[in-house]
């Protein structure tokens, strides 16, 4: 059973940068396409955003029109982790960044960026805080 693991939240100024990571264990990472999805402050869970994915194979990765620019997802198969690199941060990129796995032959060279149910595993949250 794959488990997921995220680290590296904290609190930056805006325009800074903070780089979390996502460490797996129990299956290799190789075999599944990875998400990050952030929860803002009063917002449900339902209502977690899909901010950056990466497909199984191939490295394909998508973004959401808000971080494009910004965010870089980067995984290392060799050491079981995918990393979100978050540059020129906002205060509106304030949340719990959540990674989330799926294996399936569909996402081997695509990813799914807004559907959250896609996922099959979850890891449990960073909290990533901009504020001056």
């Known amino acids: 059973q794959l488990q997921l693991v995220a680290s590296g939240g904290g609190l930056v100024q805006p325009g800074g940068s903070l780089s979390v990571s996502c460490v797996a264990s129990?299956?290799?990472?190789?075999?599944?396409?990875i998400g990050w999805f952030r929860q803002a402050p009063g917002k449900e869970h339902e209502e977690r955003e899909g901010?950056?994915?990466?497909?199984?194979?191939?490295?394909?990765?998508k973004y959401t029109d808000s971080v494009k620019g910004r965010f870089t997802i980067s995984r290392d198969n060799a050491k079981n982790t995918v990393y979100l690199q978050m540059n020129d941060l906002k205060t509106e990129d304030t949340a719990v960044y959540y990674c989330?796995?799926?294996?399936?032959?569909?996402?081997?060279?695509?990813?799914?960026?807004?559907?959250?149910?896609?996922?099959?595993?979850w890891g449990q949250g960073t909290q990533v805080t901009v504020s001056s």
């Open positions: 129990g299956s290799p990472l190789e075999d599944y396409a």
């Open positions: 901010v950056s994915c990466i497909s199984t194979v191939n490295n394909n990765t």
């Open positions: 989330a796995a799926v294996r399936h032959l569909y996402y081997y060279v695509t990813c799914p960026l807004i559907t959250a149910d896609e996922y099959q595993h």
